[in-house]
């Protein structure tokens, strides 16, 4: 470890639909970076999941691949198109599965207004959705898979908050929050009004995490007046801690008011893990015709880059992520290559040679 000479295991996973253009986007940068920085940094270790894997293997997320991404120092995840997945043949989710076996509790997705093109000029937030529990529980723990038909009209369905979960994500949002350069702030959102047990557990340990940032400010909001202020002062909010499904719909939403889910990164962050992964899906209608914008998926591998830097205390890496940032804002301030989802009709492969150009521009 440390800088000039580190080598970085990670694992890529190409996934469904978009998944495999859009992350050989990304690594095609990752490799155009090691260039500009005249330093090797990672080695790629290819690991089999979803459909193909499914077809080769037997299953959309086989345990060798997970036994290998095991041992790598991060990875960079495609989307996987679970509604085409029958659980009782052996195709369990693989983004849920690797989540769970790795513990990656927070789900970070940063949202940015692009320069002279977002409908909302100023918006610049974070969501950090709890990952790991909520509506989206693992529902294998549960008889009847966590939903119950009670009667032949009535269906109970399961939500699980527990304070382990709500206190780390929480305390993931609070550090974010000092980390950036932003508002000092984070907003809470429940619906402690209606499912007082749980988002009231939920809002309790953020409001704890709280008296050990005395120079983050706390506010709380519902979700259902929290998505129409969302829309209406964007701009306001800074970090944004939510539980599972909120932070699901809540991220959709913010990626509508800059240009959609093309632009939209994530990574899915534990303690000792983590893994790139863009909000959208695997948008099968656009797929394999290279008109998939890889933006939402090369700034999710810059978010690795960032985050083994810190971890790692890994100046190269950081170095890294800033230029690849740098490289990403400057194409899309500059308007000149834009993919179909921007209005434009650049495809993936115009759209990464640009990144890639602007990297070897930045000094
Ligand atoms: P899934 O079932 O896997 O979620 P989906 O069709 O719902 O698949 P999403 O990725 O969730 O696909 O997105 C919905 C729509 O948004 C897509 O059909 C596509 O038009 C658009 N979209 C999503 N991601 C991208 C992208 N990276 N580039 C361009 N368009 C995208
Ligand atoms: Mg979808």
């Known amino acids: 470890e440390g800088s000039g000479g580190a080598l970085y295991k990670?694992?890529?996973?190409e996934g469904d639909g978009i998944g495999p253009e859009v992350v050989k986007a990304s690594i095609e940068v990752l490799r155009a970076l090691e260039r500009k920085l005249g330093i090797l940094l990672f080695t790629f270790i290819p690991l089999p999941i979803g459909l193909s894997a499914f077809e080769k293997m037997g299953s959309t997320c086989p345990d060798k691949a997970m036994k290998i991404l095991a041992d790598c120092d991060g990875a960079v995840l495609g989307p996987v198109s679970t509604h085409a997945y029958?659980?009782?043949?052996?195709?369990?989710?693989?983004?849920?599965?690797?989540?769970?076996?790795?513990d990656l509790y927070a789900n970070l997705r940063p949202v940015r207004s692009i320069p002279?093109?977002?409908?909302?000029?100023?918006?610049?937030l974070l969501i950090v959705r709890e990952n790991t529990e909520g509506m989206y529980a693992d529902r294998n723990l549960f008889s009847g898979n966590g939903e119950?038909?009670?009667d032949a009209d009535t269906v109970l369905s399961v939500r699980v908050v527990t304070r382990h979960a709500s206190e780390r994500v929480g305390r993931m949002a609070f550090q974010m929050a000092r980390e950036r350069n932003g508002k000092k702030h984070v907003a809470v959102i429940h619906?402690?009004?209606?499912?007082?047990?749980?988002?009231?557990?939920?809002l309790e340990e953020c409001r704890k995490v709280k008296e050990s940032f005395a120079d983050i400010q706390l506010d709380d909001f519902h979700i259902d007046a929290f998505a129409m202020q969302l829309i209406l002062q964007p701009e306001t909010y800074d970090v944004i801690v939510t539980t599972n499904m909120f932070g699901d719909i809540l991220s959709d939403e913010a990626?509508?008011?800059?240009g959609g889910l093309g632009i939209a990164p994530g990574l899915n962050a534990g303690d000792?893990?983590?893994v790139a992964q863009a909000t959208h899906g695997s948008a099968p209608s656009i797929a394999g015709q290279n008109l998939a914008n890889p933006i939402a998926e090369i700034l999710s591998a810059k978010m690795l880059l960032h985050w083994l830097g810190i971890t790692h205390h890994d100046g190269s890496l950081t170095e890294a992520a800033s230029i690849l940032d740098q490289a990403v804002w400057g194409v899309l301030?500059?308007?000149?290559?834009?993919?179909?989802?921007?209005?434009g009709c650049s495809t993936t492969q115009d759209m990464t040679d640009a990144i890639v150009s602007r990297i070897f521009a930045t000094n």
């Open 10 to 13: 990670i694992g890529v996973m």
């Open 86 to 102: 029958q659980p009782d043949r052996n195709m369990p989710n693989p983004s849920a599965r690797i989540r769970k076996q790795f």
């Open 116 to 124: 002279g093109y977002s409908k909302f000029p100023d918006v610049d």
């Open 148 to 150: 119950w038909m009670i």
């Open 191 to 202: 619906k402690a009004n209606v499912l007082r047990k749980g988002c009231g557990l939920f």
């Open 255 to 258: 990626a509508g008011l800059v």
């Open 272 to 274: 000792s893990f983590a």
């Open 333 to 343: 301030a500059d308007g000149q290559v834009r993919t179909p989802d921007l209005g």
